[in-house]
């Protein structure tokens, strides 16, 4: 009989790529991973790895057994959910991450409704960006993660992952008084702000590719102030007068009235906020009721966010 975790380590080496990343992921020492596999080549009677390089690959027998395996862990799991389920209480711990925004505006209301609601389901929350959570959750890390998806960047969702809609968040050019007093709403606004300082997210990030390609395609490299992850930061600079920011409307929900907002196009672009749970973890009850009380909060929010 196979060994489970066993199992599992393979199925996440060939999630990962590396057994350092494995290692990495589950806690273990690279190691203790590769100690593990070769037990479970034992096990099979197969060999499922070979070297490539200064790392490894999985055979065409490692392949077969990773397909079978992930069916595997998804029974497993779907056959705890339906255990807990027959039990007629919705209990357990669900583990939810999302991005910072998420995190402020819509968290926060969701645990108070569980509490309310289904107070023997307990949550684990972590604060997390989604090109780190997506792939932990689809390695079982997490049940469930609120993630985003920009205009022509829409996220990298792997196989078995569900996603739904929660929300559509506004984004606003959050403009300097000096600078606003002489912006002509009529015409491209970002085309007229080539001259400002900006706070923008990092390079590689989805929001940070996406408002550089607006500069670009408005004809100029903008001129960054401020490089942060942080949308609070973008926020108090903006407030200050010291930058322009492109800010989504969780982050603007409690603003001075006074900054002054614009479109970030000529219609008002924005950007979906989504929340992903695994396909073989929806039948858990805990899973479904945290679910459940985040798409309430949206739509509570939905209706309080500036316009």
């Known amino acids: 009989m196979l060994q489970v975790n066993r199992l599992r380590l393979l199925c996440e080496l060939h999630r990962r790529g590396t057994l350092a990343a494995v290692a990495s992921a589950l806690s273990y020492s690279p190691s203790a991973v590769s100690q593990q596999l070769r037990q479970l080549e034992r096990e099979v009677g197969a060999i499922l790895l070979e070297p490539v390089g200064r790392g490894v690959r999985l055979t065409e027998q490692g392949l077969i057994l990773v397909e079978h395996g992930n069916r595997v862990l998804g029974l497993l799991e779907q056959a705890e959910a339906e255990v807990v389920a027959s039990l007629g209480q919705i209990r357990g711990t669900v583990r939810v991450a999302a991005f910072q925004t998420a995190a402020l505006a819509l968290v926060p209301d969701m645990l108070a409704e569980l509490r309310k609601r289904h107070p023997l389901v307990d949550v684990e929350f972590t604060q997390g960006e989604p090109t780190e959570t997506v792939p932990a959750l689809a390695s079982a890390e997490y049940d469930l993660v609120i993630i985003e998806s920009y205009p022509g960047y829409p996220p990298r969702i792997p196989e078995g992952i569900h996603v739904d809609k929660l929300m559509t968040d506004p984004l606003w050019l959050v403009i300097p008084d000096a600078i606003a007093s002489t912006i002509d709403p009529e015409n491209d606004v970002i085309a ?116």
């Not at 990030?205 to 390609?213: A, H, K, Y």
């Not at 196009?265 to 073989?280: H, I, K, Y």
Request: charged residues 20%.
């Open 192 to 307: 007229q702000l080539s001259g400002a300082k900006w706070a923008m997210e990092l390079a590689e990030s989805v929001p940070g590719m996406w408002i550089r390609e607006q500069c670009r395609r408005a004809g100029f490299s903008p001129s960054i102030m401020c490089k942060s992850e942080d949308l609070l930061v973008h926020r108090h600079l903006a407030e200050e007068g010291l930058v322009v920011a492109v800010l989504p409307g969780l982050a603007l929900h409690h603003l001075d009235s006074s900054t002054a907002r614009h479109p970030v196009g000529p219609e008002l672009t924005c950007r979906e906020v989504q929340v992903a749970t695994r396909s073989t973890a929806r039948t858990s009850p805990a899973v479904s009721a945290v679910h459940d009380a985040l798409i309430r909060s949206a739509q509570s929010l939905t209706h309080e966010m500036p316009a």
